[in-house]
């Protein structure tokens, strides 16, 4: 073994070790925040409802700025965050559940009814539950671009925002999500979203 190979062997394995390092780093962090970053990343920012707990419905109805209806879709398949806060945000945001009975399964079902506006269509960001006030101080021209902009879309989703301590600070993540055929939005259009969401009951 020649000179050269040595030293491509030795380079090779302090980078593999350097990048396991950070690795490790990077997941003590995420333990610190209450491992909802964790979940995020184990998950792969959600795991799909099959065979879960949970199900998920979303219908969505666009119409022009005339009020006119465009077209109406259902998601395709969803995904949820596994983590604690989801059932909370379950069991104390969403309002009033019903028992129902789907293939001889029993489940806790809320429905409930978002319209996300042009700010928040243009950020990607729904909140259905945030600690802070979410205010962006957009400028001149990002409020042009937002207003002149057709925005394509193959999801929604529902965010939960916090304060998750130093390491994150204040964030919003990703609680439900549908996916939806894409769609274009043009600025004036609005939509109108009805979620359903069914936990199932031990």
């Known amino acids: 073994m020649?000179?050269?190979?040595?030293?491509l062997f030795g380079a090779m394995f302090v980078v593999l070790i350097i990048g396991y390092s950070e690795s490790a780093s990077a997941d003590h962090l995420k333990e610190e925040a209450d491992s909802i970053f964790r979940a995020l990343d184990e998950g792969n920012i959600a795991v799909?409802?099959?065979d879960s707990k949970y199900?998920?419905?979303l219908q969505t109805v666009y119409r022009n700025g005339d009020?006119?209806?465009?077209y109406v879709n259902e998601s395709t398949s969803s995904a949820f965050l596994p983590h604690e806060i989801t059932d909370s945000v379950f069991d104390t945001m969403l309002g009033e559940k019903e028992i129902v009975t789907i293939n001889n399964t029993k489940y806790e079902k809320v429905q409930f009814t978002f319209s996300?506006?042009?700010e928040?269509?243009?950020m990607a960001v729904y909140p259905i539950f945030s600690e802070f006030k979410i205010e962006v101080d957009f400028s001149d021209e990002v409020i042009t671009k937002m207003h002149e902009e057709d925005l394509v879309r193959n999801n929604w989703r529902l965010h939960y925002c916090a304060?998750?301590?130093?390491v994150h600070g204040s964030t919003c993540v990703s609680m439900f999500i549908?996916?939806?055929p894409t769609v274009t939005l043009q600025p004036s259009d609005t939509t109108t979203q009805q979620w359903t969401i069914l936990r199932m009951m031990n």
């Open 116 to 118: 996300p506006g042009l």
């Open 120 to 122: 928040q269509r243009y």
């Open 2 to 7: 020649n000179t050269n190979t040595i030293l």
């Open 178 to 180: 549908c996916n939806i």
């Open 55 to 57: 199900r998920l419905h």
């Open 48 to 50: 799909s409802v099959e």
């Open 163 to 166: 304060n998750f301590g130093e």
């Open 67 to 70: 009020g006119h209806l465009l």
